[in-house]
């Protein structure tokens, strides 16, 4: 089973704090990590997204950083602002069109 | 939603009963899934199809079935619904042409259908 495990469930940070959130793979042919948010009530949308080649992927104030070796990789938003509060899936894709998704982290951010 | 529209949105049934649910897309996009979403277990895989009539199961297909007669439409049917199928279900769909670039491989999720079955 190609799973993706996902790290807390829930984080409560401070406005203008940073907010980490991890996953771990299994597999190792996962060509493709992508990161999503999701609003209560809506769609899960593409948030950030880095390929295995590379070890870090900066937009804006959302970072991806990715080890290869100890296949994991960490969502960072910095300066958390209360609009950041959502929820998060990690996920690995492989060549076959598939996504497997994390448990999903419950991200609130608080004044 | 990237052109990604899902009916209903919400639905109350009783158990034993069948319940189709609609995906439509207006992106022409290759591939469609359907997931479904639950408390502690993200989102897992129910079906997804590569094609029309083109279509394979994913990691929790039992008690569900799937049509795709169009590009733009992938049906989702419960045969009899069962209480444990009380979800969240989403429809995504993508380009597919894995590895030309990020936007290609990238999954956009529709809106989401509540179902509840009691």
């Known amino acids: 089973q190609q799973q993706v495990k996902q790290s807390p469930q829930s984080l409560i940070v401070q406005k203008g704090g940073i907010s980490i959130i991890n996953c771990a793979y299994e597999n190792t042919a996962f060509d493709y990590f992508p990161w999503y948010q999701q609003f209560p009530g809506k769609g899960p949308a593409l948030l950030i997204a880095?390929?295995?080649?590379?070890s870090e992927k900066k937009e804006g104030r959302f970072t991806i950083s990715f080890n290869k070796s100890a296949k994991q990789f960490s969502l960072h938003i910095m300066d958390s602002q209360p609009g950041d509060s959502a929820t998060y899936f990690c996920?690995?894709?492989?060549?076959?069109?598939?996504?497997?998704f994390g448990t999903g982290t419950r991200l609130t951010i608080i004044p | 939603d990237a052109g990604i529209t899902q009916s209903p949105r919400h639905k109350v049934t009783e158990t034993g009963t069948p319940v189709t649910l609609r995906c439509h897309q207006t992106e022409n996009h290759r591939y469609m899934y359907w997931y479904r979403q639950d408390p502690g277990h993200g989102l897992r895989l129910i079906h997804y199809s590569y094609g029309v009539k083109d279509t394979d199961k994913g990691e929790v297909s039992d008690g569900y079935s799937v049509s795709r007669s169009k590009t733009e439409d992938f049906l989702l049917t419960l045969e009899s619904a069962t209480s444990s199928q009380t979800s969240v279900y989403f429809c995504?769909?993508?380009?597919?042409?894995?590895?030309?670039?990020?936007?290609?491989?990238?999954?956009?999720f529709g809106p989401g259908t509540r179902l509840t079955v009691l």
């Open positions: 880095i390929r295995p080649d590379v």
């Open positions: 996920a690995g894709h492989f060549g076959n069109e598939k996504l497997t």
């Open positions: 995504a769909i993508s380009d597919g042409t894995s590895g030309r670039t990020l936007s290609t491989d990238t999954q956009y």
